[in-house]
């Protein structure tokens, strides 16, 4: 299996601009989670989806942020317009809920620097 | 609601000897508990997990954690480091299998040679 992918793997831009992180979960699972990790807040969650639906967005910062699901094997994090406190490292994991003994699986993130 | 405390920021430690690293939660019912490594620059990779069942759990890379309801720790061990074991190390609950997770600060590892 390819694991979990991320797209870009590294993001620079403006302030103001949008930007847009895309996800590829693995094959088969039915949850996806977006993390962020900072030197400050460290690891925390963003939104999850469960069966592509969002269940818990409590963590979006913001309504500059927002997270579609349009299908199972797609997911995106979109932050419009983007400030220099977004600067972080953007993780996507999966999962297979439902089962004993699933686990998240990450990827290798995005970083993203706003200047 | 769930936390995770990881009491120590950094440690360093000399290549051979054996490490520990400490986990407390905060948590109402059975934890589902995590341990994560993260390597300079790269994802988290899971090292070992515990649902239920016998409280020493096993898993990679020679790793193994022990589970202690009574003190609500999953301590993270290893008998004889590697150079390579340089890395941070996140402990984690969720609220069940495949749910969100909450994580702890990190500690960090640095191995002497």
């Known amino acids: 299996d390819a694991g979990v992918i991320q797209s870009p793997r590294h993001e620079v831009t403006e302030m103001g601009q949008e930007v847009t992180l895309r996800c590829k979960p693995i094959s088969g699972h039915n949850s996806l989670f977006w993390y962020r990790q900072t030197m400050m807040r460290g690891l925390e969650l963003l939104i999850y989806f469960n069966n592509n639906v969002p269940i818990d967005d409590s963590g979006m910062p913001e309504d500059r942020f927002s997270a579609k699901m349009p299908n199972a094997s797609f997911s995106t994090l979109k932050i419009q317009p983007s400030e220099p406190r977004d600067s972080a490292v953007y993780f996507c994991a999966s999962s297979l809920v439902g089962r004993a003994t699933d686990t998240q699986y990450f990827g290798p993130g995005t970083r993203l620097t706003v200047l | 609601a769930q936390s995770v405390t990881q009491p120590d920021i950094h440690i360093t430690v000399s290549e051979g000897a054996s490490l520990e690293l400490r986990c407390n939660y905060s948590?109402?019912?059975?934890?589902?508990l995590f341990w994560y490594v993260q390597s300079p620059g790269q994802g988290l990779q899971l090292l070992l997990k515990?649902?239920?069942?016998?409280?020493l759990v096993q898993g990679i890379k020679g790793f193994e954690a022990e589970f202690k309801r009574s003190q609500s720790s999953f301590n993270l061990r290893k008998p004889s480091v590697h150079w390579s074991d340089a890395a941070e190390y996140f402990c984690a609950v969720g609220a069940a299998a495949g749910n969100k997770l909450t994580f702890g600060g990190g500690t960090r590892v640095l191995v002497k040679p």
């Open positions: 515990y649902f239920s069942g016998d409280t």
């Open positions: 948590y109402g019912a059975t934890p589902y």
